[in-house]
């Protein structure tokens, strides 16, 4: 007996251990962990601000979690101010992870002040990539009146940009294959702290150079957010060592002694390149890239841009050989674009109801005739047709609504055409709303009641598009991305590379990469003295300052805002007065015709007096957010971040623009081809008429 109840007691004992221990943090990576983990970090995603309005209303934010990170909690901090009118006792806010519901709380008080609250998300709702945190509001005011407080504009909460998402995590120190390095040089936190850089050595060598941009440019296209960059850093950068993920890339005959060995130990002929994966500390990680000639290691840089290869790579080294196709697919631009997701989209609750759609398009393309959306969608029956309709916007912008009908909510379409005065280049939003209105829903609320609309997959947006030829920034990056790819782009960089040179030309990459898909596309870096019939006949990107880049010296009496002749600050010229101490500060990037009179091509001079400028300039460059605040064909930036924009070259004519808009269109082609055809043969018919009735055009008119 006495032996059982200590058994028992042993039993409970080991039970409320279990009970009272921490919960294990959860691993969504679903890679094997060990004992050598990373310090935790804390990945923030804010909000932007909202105004949630109405009796019914939400607010979404999506938030990453990567594959290998180990997620210990989710904080989500909501910061707010409801209407002073609202009723506390009957007014709720409810949370939902992923749709899933799991928190509801009440407005703290109606005095109109600025609220917080902290709020811990339930890990088992996460998944692996994008999380959708979704709020809604039920904001009901103060002695409403039956069926009119739902239309009232009293009914509002705002949401401040304050808010946000705290995802806390730990992941393996070290990565075990080329693969897992790979997909976390480029993660989130790593891009946005800084994590991983790319290094070169100090011989200036235009080789490693070239597939170092290669490399950023490829791995940038791939990235879920655009803060952040790779910086491109020289062997003997303090700031090289300092980095958790590094790509190497170097010459065999410049690698420090250590890399040598590494690559001495595998063995590296003349031909191939080589990647090896180097473990060289907890949490740091580097990847090798280096071959014996330029050939092969521009070869091997342009394999960072290939992800279906570099997911390939399960072991710790690759050998490319030098007949190896790493190129991608050519992605050409889509004419149908299905956005509703492959499930559909799901709208959901009374009132305005909101979906919005990133649209990834060539940035040197724009709008052509005959452009539309085909919408797929159904809807619930218990609306009150009279009001309830769906509407469609592109960057905000209205393109066109369509009423609902009882008869037609279970399967309902619609084609609305898209003027062409709409702006898609690169990156656009599309926008569904559906407003879901119920008659008397103040004397009918139940919850089984409440509207629904889906868009099915089979909704699609059709793009007629034509390429702009236009030199401005608006079109940016055009006509040295065009088509998601590079377009005959020769890069020229001073002899000596400096630091801050450096930065603006990995920033620089980073946005042009962004608007490529794969690593097609040419790309030659050379050095001033480099120039030669390819170069001359390219598009062309000059980087440095007139001490350092001869090129752009050569080349001052071409550029829109000019040196000095002693190359110390910017000129003043019909557009602007410039002080010279001022002009010292200064930066500029300006968009000028091809400096050879070559046809089609384009020169892009990014210079600066000083570096400072270079920087200056380069933060512009260099920003998704900030491309634009470049418009024209020529801009300046000062070291307080303020920009002045400029256009020197003429307005192209809308009409020739238009005419060719409608010349380059198939179907407008083949209109033209069967007109012309049919006025040949009206007129063959007409002549042989003629003949044959022997009409004759005399004097006085036509004669038999």
Known sequence: ?????????????????????????????????????????????????????????????????????????????????????????????????????????????????????????????????????????????????????????????????????????????????????????????????????????????????????????GLSNQTIYTDGYFPILTSSDPAANQAKNRIVISKYDQLTANYRSVVDQIGLNDEDALLVLVNEGIGTNTLVVTAKNDVALINAGEMLGNPSLMNQLKANTKVLGKNEDVKTPVVEPETYINFAGNDGTYFKGAFRQVKEFTINYPANRSLSDASEFYLNYRYSENLDFERSLMTVYINDIP?????????????????IAIPTDIDIGGAFQVKIAFDLEIKDLWCSLRQGDMPWAYLTQETMLKINSVASDDLIFENYPSPFVSDYNFNAVTMVVPDQLDKDTSNTLAKMFRVLGRYTKGNNGELTVIHPDGMNETAVSSNIIALGTDQNNSFIKNSNDKLYFKFNAEGTTFETNEKLIIDPVYGETLGSVQLLNSLYSKPGRAALMVTAPQNIGLTAIGNNLGELKNLGRLTGDAVLADTNGNVMTYRFKAIQNPTVAVVKQVALRQDAQIFILVSVMFLILLAVGVAFVIRKNGIQLKKGGWRK
């Not at 983990?37 to 938030?63: C, I, W, Y």
């Open 1 to 217: 007996m006495k032996k059982r109840l200590t058994m028992t007691l042993i039993l409970m004992a080991s039970l409320l251990v279990m009970l009272i221990q921490p919960v294990a943090a959860a691993n969504y990576g679903g890679e094997a962990q060990t004992d050598l983990r990373t310090a935790p970090q804390t990945f923030t995603t804010n909000f932007t601000d909202h105004s949630m309005k109405g009796l019914f209303s939400t607010v979404e934010q999506t938030f990453w979690v990567a594959k290998d990170w180990n997620v210990q909690s989710v904080l989500l901090h909501l910061e707010y101010r409801a209407t002073p009118l609202a009723d506390t006792q009957l007014s709720s806010l409810t949370v939902a992870i992923n749709d899933s519901y799991f928190y509801s709380f009440r407005p703290a008080d109606n005095t109109g002040g600025r609220h917080g609250i902290d709020i811990y998300v339930p890990l088992e709702f996460l998944k692996v990539g994008y999380n959708n945190i979704r709020i809604d509001g039920y904001m009901r005011t103060q002695d409403a009146l039956p069926c009119v407080d739902d239309v009232s504009e009293a009914n509002w909460l705002d949401v401040f940009k304050e808010s946000a998402i705290f995802v806390q995590y730990d992941k393996n120190a070290f990565t075990t294959s080329i693969e897992s390095f790979y997909n976390r040089f480029f993660e989130v936190d790593s891009l946005r702290y800084g994590e991983s850089v790319f290094v070169v050595s100090d011989t200036n060598n235009t080789g490693e150079l070239n597939a170092a941009l290669r490399g950023v440019a």
């Open 399 to 415: 393109v066109g609504s369509r009423k609902l009908f009882l008869e037609k909510a279970g399967g309902d379409e619609a084609t």
